[in-house]
């Protein structure tokens, strides 16, 4: 199958699992981006007062994300399905040994496709495993939005450590009260981001992120790829990629460009996000 056929089979495919594409053909979920802050940042408490947040959990439970207390939820369990795969070429355990494979970035073709969402679901779903530390990075840096979504307060970050040669990637990671789940914050903006992204101190981080804990997966929110140039060069340092797709929306030639801008990674994974639930059902997931 060609490159034009597996673009079309996409788009053939709503309120399903992509297939054909991808490495993994991944799920079909059913919720957005569009979730609005009702609370203002966590107070501080521990003996490191400056870098500890506490997230709203029952907030995020009334905003139907994935949460420890949760219980057996749709979206729950999408992202259960979703995260094996990527957990398994994280570890190895497929037989693959990945560059990097437990770098991975979470994008869009364009803005609104649920992303952010989907990153942070993927974050809060890992960090349930029995053996897993997660650090979600937010690193949509024109447009940072994982604190707000979470209910917290603008932090230094990212942008912040490649600006800043004094500071520590200690200096700027939140702890929560979710005790495998760290957050690094997208920090400061700033009109050189593209080239910051791509330079030799970004790429010193992203090795000290990756390989400084056995038992790390890095999750990115990353720009849409079609937006901003910053996706692109985020994307070709990444172990794994996984790309949100609008049901019903994104267009046919939008996926393909996408897809295009980050065929070097050859681990990249789709979900299907915003479906509808089929007529009469309550759920609504995975497909084989």
Known sequence: MGFDDKAAELRSAPGDAIHGFAE????????SDGMAPECDSGAAHGPNPGK???IDLARLQRLGMVTQD?????VAEDFRIIKR???????????????????????????????????????????????ITVLLVDADVARPSVLEVLGLGAEAGLMDILLND?????????????????????????????EL???RTMSNLLTEIADRYADR??????????????????????????????????TQHAVKEALRQIESCAH???IYNKIKAFPGADYYGYYD
């Open 166 to 194: 004094a500071l520590e990637l200690s200096d700027v990671i939140l702890k929560t009260n979710i005790a495998t789940l760290s957050i690094l914050p997208a920090g400061r903006r700033s009109k050189h981001a593209t």
């Open 70 to 74: 949760g219980g057996r939820t749709s």
């Open 217 to 250: 997966v890095v999750i990115f929110d990353s720009p849409p790829l079609l937006i901003t140039t910053e996706a692109s060069v985020l994307a070709a340092q990444m172990g794994q990629i996984v790309m949100v797709v609008e049901a019903e929306t994104t």
């Open 268 to 270: 990249i994974n789709l």
């Open 52 to 54: 500890y947040r506490a």
């Open 24 to 31: 993994h053909a991944l799920t079909s979920v059913g919720a």
């Open 85 to 131: 795969p990527l957990l398994h070429n994280a570890r190895g355990t497929n037989g693959a040994n990945i560059k990097h494979g437990n770098l991975i970035a979470v994008t869009s073709a364009l803005p609104g496709e649920g992303k952010t969402y989907c990153a942070i679901n993927l974050a809060l779903s890992i960090a349930m495993e029995m053996d």
């Open 197 to 199: 992204l791509a330079s």
